[in-house]
């Protein structure tokens, strides 16, 4: 579990999978406490340097997408799992949205007709079932 303090100030424990936990305690080293992300001088990383880095690292990797910024890396959160079928709720939970209708903004699928109700009423209808 990692603890996040978000938005006012609001501290929030968060579930890490095995893989991402052990990548943070190799970051982290022997500290308990203090930010994961540190700047140049052991600092908390600001936005500016987060978009500095990722920009550096999306380079290194040969990634040509203009105008990287740490924020695609929540739009592919949230995105992913929409796709993936996770319930419009449990994404709203794990994105820490306060209203439905800020998940509802990364839906890009949301246009697509398959999966319309009235679609997904008729497959249901046609089914037999």
Same mark, same amino acid.
């Given at each position: 579990?990692?603890?996040?303090?978000?938005?006012?100030?609001?501290?929030?424990?968060?579930?890490?999978?095995?893989?991402?936990?052990?990548?943070?305690?190799?970051?982290?080293?022997?500290?308990?406490?203090?930010?994961?992300?540190?700047?140049?001088?052991?600092?908390?990383?600001?936005?500016?340097?987060a978009?500095?880095?990722?920009?550096?690292?999306?380079?290194?990797?040969?990634?040509?997408?203009?105008?990287?910024?740490?924020?695609?890396?929540?739009?592919?959160?949230?995105?992913t799992?929409?796709?993936?079928?996770?319930?419009?709720?449990?994404?709203?939970?794990?994105?820490?949205?306060?209203?439905?209708?800020?998940?509802?903004? %990364?839906?890009?699928?949301?246009?697509?007709?398959?999966?319309?109700?009235? %679609?997904?009423?008729?497959?249901?209808?046609?089914?037999?079932?």
């Open positions: 579990m990692l603890k996040v303090r978000g938005k006012g100030g609001k501290v929030v424990l968060v579930p890490l999978p095995p893989a991402v936990g052990r990548a943070i305690d190799r970051s982290v080293d022997e500290r308990d406490d203090g930010p994961i992300l540190r700047n140049s001088r052991g600092g908390r990383m600001d936005r500016h340097a978009t500095r880095r990722l920009r550096h690292l999306a380079e290194t990797a040969d990634l040509r997408i203009p105008k990287m910024h740490p924020h695609m890396l929540r739009h592919t959160f949230v995105t799992m929409l796709d993936a079928g996770v319930s419009l709720r449990d994404v709203q939970i794990a994105a820490r949205h306060a209203d439905p209708r800020t998940t509802i903004r %990364y839906d890009r699928a949301r246009k697509n007709l398959d999966r319309h109700p009235n %679609y997904i009423l008729a497959a249901f209808m046609a089914s037999g079932t």
